[in-house]
């Protein structure tokens, strides 16, 4: 009895030296939600401009509320502050407006997630606090409803649909239509205005020219940063998020060259960031409280832009449509081929889904969730015709290194299992 609890004391007390040995390590970050990819900063250097265009645009909900529906198209590589825009935009333009006695209220719908036009309403309609029944209205319905609402309250609202160019590719262009055209038969108040965020508005040229001429009427481009503009995001981020003296402006031109467009980088200030972010993260499980150059090339080893890219798009997929992914990843790791086929990678998820304890979907589910990461570019489908036996689909991936991709996937099926999602 008096071993065991001996033997349980002295873990404690190992237990309790690794705690505090770490918490006694000096500290780098006084805030790493500054340099998330989800954090809306107060400010936006360098997309000054782009914040007076959307003002402009929308200059009416203050002048002559109700007199149009405005529509606004956000272009720009990934990295380039699309939705950091919007959400600024739309948080302060509404604080504005609500001090100069206007009710404007603003919405942010990612249409990654919410994959479908009911989806896309019934998610506007919970923003706006619409009291919309979970069950039983169609579609049309709950978007009569939610006009209805403002009209009765005399509101009005600026609705951002962010990955627009995913909604449009999975959805079609009906559901756009419906979207875009809002109001176009009816000469009333105009309650609901809209910016759309696309990476390229060429992933929208499958639409009617009619609703395509509405999308590209009004287009706010956001270019990829350069050098200069990445050092002055990064400055400005690194002062919310680290301890002074943690970081000095060698290490944040290091990074902004690497990464600037004008020095052949991706100008992606995401990228950057999370560069930053390693790099600290490295110093600071070293028991250091500076960064260096060699953290932020040891940072920079193990951030690919090509994941990083990826990460984005897939971060809201659903879980099974990861465990897709994952199973492709898998499966081009083990046998070392360019291309898989349906069948196999089929047969890898369910394994992949017994590994994880989830219940795998059917043929015809597995078979959409491979085509919704095709047509989203995450991966690359074609059919296997002539010279093969029988017609099957092929799958591949244009790009890597695939054993990150897998690592990160592996994390974030984790986190959603954990999380229920």
């Avoid at 009291?131 to 509101?155: A, C, F, H, Q, T």
């Avoid at 499958?206 to 002055?232: A, C, I, M, W």
């Avoid at 390693?278 to 690919?304: L, Q």
């Avoid at 592996?410 to 299992?417: A, F, S, V």
């Amino acid at each position: 009895m008096s071993e065991s609890f001996g033997v349980a004391s002295l873990e404690n007390k190992n237990t309790w030296k690794i705690i505090e040995e770490e918490l006694e390590k000096p500290s780098i970050f006084k805030s790493r939600e500054s340099l998330s990819p989800e954090y809306i900063p107060d400010q936006l250097p360098h997309r000054e401009k782009e914040l007076r265009e959307l003002t402009s645009y929308f200059k009416h909900l203050v002048t002559t509320p109700g007199s149009i529906s405005q529509r606004v198209l956000i272009t720009g590589r990934v990295g380039t502050g699309k939705t950091a825009l919007a959400k600024v935009f739309g948080r302060d333009f509404t604080r504005l407006a609500t001090e100069k006695g206007y009710k404007v209220r603003y919405a942010h719908v990612n249409c990654h997630r919410n994959r479908t036009l009911y989806n896309v309403i019934a998610d506007i309609g919970r923003q706006l606090d619409v009291p919309v029944p979970s069950r039983g209205l169609s579609s049309k319905e709950m978007y009569d409803l939610i006009l209805n609402y403002l009209d009765e309250r005399d509101e009005y609202a600026i609705i951002t649909l962010d990955e627009f160019h995913y909604f449009a590719n999975i959805s079609g262009p009906d559901a756009v239509y419906f979207i875009v055209r809002t109001y176009d038969a009816e000469e009333l108040f105009r309650r609901l205005n809209f910016i759309f965020i696309a990476i390229d508005p060429v992933k929208l040229g499958f639409l009617d020219p009619t609703t395509e001429g509405y999308l590209l009427r009004h287009l706010v481009k956001l270019n990829p940063y350069t050098s200069q503009q990445l050092f002055d995001i990064l400055k400005y981020r690194a002062e919310d998020s680290m301890y002074e003296g943690s970081y000095d402006d060698e290490v944040l031109r290091f990074i902004a060259d690497f990464e600037g467009w004008d020095k052949g980088g991706g100008g992606n200030a995401r990228h950057a960031l999370e560069i930053l972010h390693v790099a600290g993260s490295s110093a600071e499980a070293d028991g250091r409280s500076r960064i260096t150059i060699e953290d932020v090339r040891k940072a920079i080893m193990n951030t690919s832009r090509e994941i990083l890219s990826v990460s984005e798009a897939i971060r809201d997929s659903p879980i099974h449509e990861l465990l897709i992914l994952l199973s492709i990843v898998k499966l081009l790791r083990k046998t070392g081929r360019s291309e898989l086929k349906m069948g196999e990678v089929e047969e890898e998820y369910n394994a992949v889904c017994e590994f994880y304890g989830e219940v795998p979907r059917r043929h015809t589910q597995v078979y959409e969730y491979v085509m919704n990461l095709s047509r989203t570019g995450i991966v690359q489908t074609r059919s296997s015709g002539k010279g093969q036996r029988g017609r099957s689909t092929l799958i591949t991936l244009p790009y890597g290194p695939l054993d990150v991709l897998e690592k990160y996937l592996d994390e974030l099926i984790r986190k959603k299992i954990q999380l229920g999602l």
